[in-house]
């Protein structure tokens, strides 16, 4: 399994600001995730990421709020934008080591525990 | 809409029962179902996967798929204090490596 780091691991934010989470995974990875667990909540993909090309956005979420980057087969980053109170969750990085239709095993990083004030 | 459901507990067994966690699926095409393990403040951690009808058996974990019932299980022999945790039941598609997960169970295992 991949050993995924993300950063920062927690942060509180000021309403209308925005912050960049990072998240690195050891080896060369097919597929990155983005998820958000609100409190108490099970897991809710945000977005795909796609190494060099667009994410691919969930119902619900959308590029100019979630913003993300993958430049290459082991990092990504995802922008939480313009924040309010309801952002204020926990957002987790995945990773899947195999090709579209395969296993799909999916691995987590620690993640990120937003507050937003 | 692909939903997974579970129910939300809390499961309360005693130390050394077995414990049963279950998942309904609603999109038949589902291939790949997985039981991640999530301690309160951490992440999700993947402790079975399950691709074919029947049961798959890891240490005190035994994963059962019933893919026409649309059901997929997981037991827990000789459960511990330290098995204490929501378990997330989780499907992937036909397509794609998309997971939708359920809303979890948490089981909680009483010395």
């Known amino acids: 399994s991949a050993v995924i780091s993300q950063k920062p691991s927690r942060d509180i934010c000021q309403r209308g600001t925005s912050l960049t989470i990072q998240c690195q995974v050891d080896s060369q990875v097919t597929m990155m995730f983005w998820y958000r667990q609100q409190p108490g ?21 959308v590029i ?16 939480v934008s313009n924040m309010s109170p309801e952002d204020s969750s926990i957002y987790l ?17 620690p993640g990120t525990r937003l507050t937003v004030l | 809409q692909k939903e997974v459901e579970q129910n939300s507990g809390p499961l309360s067994v005693p130390e050394g029962a077995i414990a049963s966690l279950n998942c309904t699926y609603s999109d038949r095409g589902s291939q790949s179902f997985f039981w991640y393990r999530q301690y309160s403040g951490k992440s ?6 399950i691709y ?4 798959k058996e890891d ?6 798929l019933n893919k026409a019932s649309q059901y997929v299980s997981l037991l827990i022999r000789d459960s511990q204090p330290s098995d ?10 036909d397509a794609g490596n998309m997971l939708t997960f359920g809303g979890g169970t948490r089981l909680m295992v009483k010395p």
Do not use: H, W
């Open chain 1, 41 to 61: 909540q099970s897991l809710t993909l945000i977005a795909t990421a796609n190494q060099g090309s667009e994410a691919t956005y969930e119902s619900g979420f």
């Open chain 1, 64 to 79: 100019d709020k979630f913003p993300i980057s993958r430049p290459n087969l082991t990092f990504s980053t995802l922008t």
């Open chain 2, 59 to 64: 240490g005190r974990f035994t994963a059962q």
């Open chain 2, 44 to 49: 999700p951690e993947l402790i079975m996967s």
């Open chain 2, 52 to 55: 074919s009808n029947g049961d």
């Open chain 1, 93 to 109: 990085c995945s990773a899947a080591a195999g090709t579209s239709g395969g296993t799909g095993e999916q691995f987590f990083g």
């Open chain 2, 84 to 93: 204490s945790a929501t378990y997330l039941c989780a499907v992937k598609g």
